[in-house]
């Protein structure tokens, strides 16, 4: 996936970018923006040593950007289901006589927060093996 963007700023290896949003973002509000914002800031891998003001173009790879779209909303999604059908069955094998269905409904809702939970407390590890970042592949002139 290749986008565009010009440099702002640089620091080592890691250049920082103003990036307009994409039209096939819409407004899913996944990257923070919003829909009353039309630019974004990220980082973005270095290779080619651009120089602040340098318009780029960027590419992050799709396995990878699959992989961390994966990581961020379907992992949480199935702890989600899991919980409510685990403590269904749970309750339901328990002849619990209470709201089965609210009761997993707040399992299921506990679930996928410590889902969020852990995929929050492992981002810096993530980041940091800037394998799903995305990477400056040369200057626009």
Do not use: W
């Not at 270095?46 to 779209?69: H, P």
């Not at 810096?124 to 002139?141: A, C, G, H, W």
């Amino acid at each position: 996936m290749k986008q565009s963007g010009v440099v702002i700023e640089k620091k080592g290896d890691i250049a920082y970018l103003n990036m307009q949003r994409h039209s096939a973002c819409g407004s899913c509000g996944a990257c923070g923006m919003g829909s009353e914002k039309s630019s974004m800031k990220i980082e973005a891998i270095n290779k080619i040593d651009a120089n602040i003001g340098d318009f780029v173009e960027v590419d992050i790879e799709t396995v990878d950007f699959m992989k961390a779209a994966f990581i961020i909303y379907t992992i949480p999604l199935v702890s989600l289901l899991i919980g409510v059908i685990l403590s269904n069955k749970l309750l339901s094998t328990l002849n619990y006589s209470g709201n089965i269905e609210v009761i997993s409904f707040i399992v299921g809702i506990v679930f996928m927060a410590g889902a969020f939970f852990i995929v929050k407390l492992n981002e810096k590890r993530l980041r940091n093996s800037k394998k799903y970042m995305p990477v400056i592949t040369s200057i626009i002139k």
